[in-house]
């Protein structure tokens, strides 16, 4: 069985506590973060990269500052020699799967009022079709179901944007486990998808490929993490 580890923690931070955060950016990071309009956005992208920064290192054994990152062809982030990972962010809330054996595609939503363009827009018309056949009082959990985990199958490829969301299609169903039933030019048998909720309002997934069997999510928590940045402002 695969094993992967879920962090989950939250990226609200006091204001004061921010320049112990970016203490772990890399240059290019604190200059993407000046770049945000609202500061509640630069905060929580510093706080997010700090924590994914402050995870990775206790991986690979160095500083936080010292990761470093290689990018993918459409801007993936990865470690040369390292586990695989992948960082959501949705609501306040930040969530990183990490793989030693794998490349993960994760993806956390805050469940909100969607309009059903949205859907009817992005959605093949077979997971739409499956969708409006969906009771009134489940139509918002089913379409979060299949946008996350559409999502995770982008973000496992590496491609986002660049693969139409209506090129594979997913699951949304309550009663149907996850899984991938279409995917232009590959299999959908070597996929692996996982539904989990990260918390109460929020629904996540998990896109795994050439797996070889189950997947097991083994949860962390990283707030200790977020605390650890706390301590060391208070001395």
Known sequence: MLSVDLWLW???????????????????????????????DRSMYIVGRAGLRRILADYIGLDAKAVEFEYGPHGKPFLQNGPGFNLSH?????????????????DIELVRPIEDAVARHHFSPVEYAELSCLQPSDWLQGFFRCW?????????????????????????????????????DDDPLRWTLTHFEPAPGWVGALALRDTGGPVELRWRSGDPIVRAYSRRSRK
């Not at 930040?94 to 595609?105: I, W």
């Not at 660049?162 to 486990?177: A, I, K």
């Open 148 to 184: 996350t985990r559409k999502e995770a199958v982008l973000k496992s490829l590496g491609h986002g944007l660049y693969m139409p969301l209506d090129s594979f299609d997913v699951t949304l169903s309550p009663d149907v486990p996850p899984r991938l039933t279409r995917i232009e």
């Open 10 to 40: 939250s990226l609200e931070e006091a204001d004061e506590h921010l320049d112990h955060f970016g203490k772990d950016l890399s240059v290019d990071e604190l200059r993407r973060a000046d770049r945000f309009v609202k500061s509640s």
């Open 90 to 106: 949705s609501g306040g809330r930040a969530a990183l799967a990490v793989c030693s054996h794998a490349h993960p595609g994760l």
